[in-house]
């Protein structure tokens, strides 16, 4: 399983950016699909995640900026982020949780929110 992410910029704060994670590969199952970030020194936190059933999950210092979307036929996810505040800036990686359990990360794009 490959994961593709894109649609990481430059951004200025209250700006909006889309982005993108396509999975392709034998993929017999997901269980589930989600964004994380990780800032420079920090530890990777979700920010985004929803599951099989269509279950949204988002960091408290997210919800109501961003959403979390799903293609199911295209096996691709998205995060529309709207409101972007410098603290936003990060690498972001999508992951899958596949059959058995099994996490695939994606190889991250960058998301910087300055003026």
């Known amino acids: 399983v490959q994961l593709q992410a894109s649609g990481g910029g430059l951004v200025q704060p209250g700006g909006s950016l889309r982005l993108s994670c396509a999975a392709s590969g034998v993929i017999f199952r997901i269980n589930g699909m989600g964004w994380y970030r990780q800032a420079p020194g920090k530890q990777r936190e979700l920010v985004a995640s929803?599951?099989?059933?269509?279950?949204?999950t988002y960091a408290e210092s997210v919800k109501g900026r961003f959403t979390i979307s799903r293609d199911s036929a295209n096996n691709t996810i998205f995060l529309e982020m709207n409101s972007l505040k410098p603290e936003d800036t990060a690498v972001y990686f999508c992951?899958?949780?596949?059959?058995?359990?099994?996490?695939?990360w994606g190889q991250g794009t960058l998301v910087t929110v300055s003026s």
């Open positions: 992951r899958l949780t596949g059959k058995n359990w099994i996490d695939y």
């Open positions: 929803t599951n099989s059933l269509g279950t949204t």
